[in-house]
């Protein structure tokens, strides 16, 4: 599967994905950003997502 | 590096970080409060609303804060069936509508008042750890690297929590343990500002609820939570402006803020470890039924800063304990049952709810009792005991 990536336009920062990232993929400063090389492809996070920022590329 | 020494150091400017802070102070101890955001209370990420209880915990002194006071709560279910409570009996996030900035500023005002020191544009970025326990934490400040050391830290960092994972507590949510919320503040809309609403149903807010909070009459709080394991990517967002879009009252609202939130709907991890405490959302002490976290995090503020100023006074970190002992007596029970509650609550169809409605909704809450609920439930749904049973035993 492929890696997903964050829109860091439409993050509204609420650290859901990160909290939930079962790979520790994901870094929060306010905003959230994907670690690729640590990610698993779980989507867990896409799913989470409240506004859909984060995107899978070619969907 | 710039290197600022404290008795105690709290990562997070939230109602725990703020009340633990000021009882820390009160008792005499040096006591920073490292905050990411470039003011306190702000972003806002909260439905706002919160029992008058709060009144009880002796925290504020001002009370510009309160926006709205609440009657009661009004519950329905999918059919529309109506269970109404007083503010008394419907508990957490009943009483009043709060301007929550205000609140956190208040909160801030009299943790400063007292002593604290409180650094805003403060992000901690990581810790250096020795035999388990924090020696110092690197952060950034106005942009610039400092550290700052301590005897004692507490990570009142809220849901995201980092500095539990910082001594190996383990801070991850499962997607059956945190819901995906979204919410607007809408403005030009005509509400009941005497009532809170709460919408329950698996096809509306699967694992959640969509919550109408009045401000005033024509401002107020709409939002939805999704339990994560039945989110799908925007899904939160789509299911509130449907259900806007049906409300004649809503549809015309003008949204003057918009928000995105995770709340932790998980039993309370470990919360201390070595020389760190966890207090508030980052302890996981948000009621896993309601979502309502602030009454609990100024609870457990008050009792890990009298806990934390013990511990400094006699040099014993292992007094720490007392802290865990502590809030689990005055909220323990209650995260407990209400966790039980919401894994029975998450697997109920639209039409248990209604169900459960049409049983409860005759009943006047100021009386009822589990006896007087199983009795409603065997004359009108029995089939719903059996579902329940594992509450009411
Ligand atoms: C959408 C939504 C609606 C809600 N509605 C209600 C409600 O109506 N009633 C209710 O009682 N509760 C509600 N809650 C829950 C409530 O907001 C929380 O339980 C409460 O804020 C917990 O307080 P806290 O101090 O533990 O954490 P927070 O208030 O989250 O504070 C944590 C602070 O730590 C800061 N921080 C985090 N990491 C760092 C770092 N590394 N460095 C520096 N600072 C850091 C953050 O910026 C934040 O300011 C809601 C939550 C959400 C998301
Ligand atoms: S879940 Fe979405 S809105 Fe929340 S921090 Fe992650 S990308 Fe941003
Ligand atoms: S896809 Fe899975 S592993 Fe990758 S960042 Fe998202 S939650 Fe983490």
């Known amino acids: ?59 | 590096m710039e290197t600022y020494e404290y008795d105690c150091v709290i990562v997070g400017g939230g109602p725990a970080g703020l009340v633990t802070a000021r009882y820390i102070s009160e008792a005499g101890f040096s006591v920073a409060v490292l905050e990411r955001d470039r003011e306190i209370g702000v972003p806002v990420l909260c439905g706002e609303g919160v029992s008058r209880n709060i009144d009880n915990l002796g925290v504020t002194e001002r009370r510009d804060w309160v926006e709205n006071e609440i009657v009661g709560a009004r519950i329905f279910s999918p059919n529309g069936t109506m269970v109404k409570m007083s503010a008394e009996r419907a508990g957490g996030e009943t009483g009043y509508v709060i301007d929550r900035e205000r609140f956190d500023k208040e909160l801030a005002r009299i943790a400063a008042k007292k002593g604290a020191d409180i650094f805003v544009m403060c992000d901690a970025k990581k810790a250096n750890v020795e035999g388990g326990e924090i020696r110092e934490i690197e952060a950034k400040l106005d942009g610039k690297d400092v550290k700052f050391t301590g005897k004692i830290f507490v990570g009142a960092d809220g849901v995201e929590s980092k500095v539990g994972r910082w001594v190996d507590i383990d801070t991850r949510l499962k997607p059956k343990d945190i819901v995906s919320c979204y919410e607007y503040t809408l403005s030009d809309v005509e509400c009941d500002k005497d009532y809170t609403d709460f919408f329950v149903g698996r096809s509306l807010a699967p694992g959640g609820y969509i919550w109408i909070f009045p401000k005033s009459d024509d401002t107020a709080n709409v939002g939805i939570g999704v339990l994560a394991s039945y989110s799908k990517s925007a899904l939160a967002k789509q299911l509130l402006d449907k259900f806007i879009e049906k409300k004649d009252f809503l549809r015309k609202g003008k949204p003057v803020r918009k928000l995105a939130g995770a709340v932790p709907v998980a039993l309370p991890i470990q919360s201390y470890r070595g020389n760190v405490v966890l207090v508030g959302d980052a302890a996981r002490h948000t009621d896993p039924l309601t979502g309502g976290g602030i009454i609990h995090a100024v609870i457990g503020g008050r009792v890990a800063g009298e806990t934390i100023a013990r511990a400094l006074r006699e040099e014993k970190l292992s007094l720490l304990e007392e802290y865990e002992k502590g809030w689990r007596e005055k909220i323990g029970k209650k995260l407990e049952r209400n966790y039980k509650m919401k894994e029975l609550a998450s697997t109920f169809d639209d039409k248990t709810f209604d169900k459960l409605a049409d049983s409860v909704k005759d009943i006047n809450f100021e009386e009822l009792s589990t006896r007087g609920l199983i009795k409603a439930l065997v004359t009108k749904h029995p089939s719903l005991l059996f579902k329940l049973k594992s509450l009411i035993g």
Do not use: W
Not at chain 1, 14 to 33: L, R, W
């Open chain 1, 1 to 59: 599967m492929v890696k997903p990536e964050v829109n860091r336009d439409s993050c509204l920062g609420c650290s859901g994905c990160f909290t939930i990232c079962p790979a520790n993929a994901i870094e929060f400063d306010g905003k959230a950003t994907i670690i690729k090389e640590r990610c698993i492809s779980c989507h867990t996070c896409v799913n989470y997502c409240p506004v859909g920022a984060i995107v899978v590329e070619g969907e």
